[in-house]
């Protein structure tokens, strides 16, 4: 089974950036789509990006253009680099497969990233 920890996240002023890290076990990692989620207190949980194993991205409307997804098939991670970061991006932050390219791994704790004025 693949484990999955994240790590990166931390308080930080509106308009800073943060560069997310998710470490992935397995031996299949290059050749999985890999996304970012994130869930806000009281909220469900959703994708904000995704990287293909060919290295196609694609961004939820809210974070174009301020987050970057990549990934480095060599360490088995995937980063999620965030820049402009507004108090609406404060969560806790999931890297996973997205459903639809095969279901998801077990969840990783997540890690938290808040965005104060």
Known sequence: QVRLVESG????????????????????????????????????????????????????????????????????TVYLQMNSLKPEDTGVYYCNRPYTFGGYFNWGQGTQVTVAL
């Open 9 to 76: 996240g931390g308080l930080v002023q509106a308009g800073g950036s943060l560069r997310l890290s998710c470490a992935t076990s397995g031996s299949t990692f290059s050749i999985t789509t890999m996304g970012w989620y994130r869930q806000a207190s009281g909220k469900q949980r959703e994708l904000v990006a995704y990287i293909t194993s060919g290295g196609s991205t694609n961004y939820a409307d809210s974070v174009k253009g301020r987050f970057t997804i990549s990934r480095d098939n060599a360490k088995n």
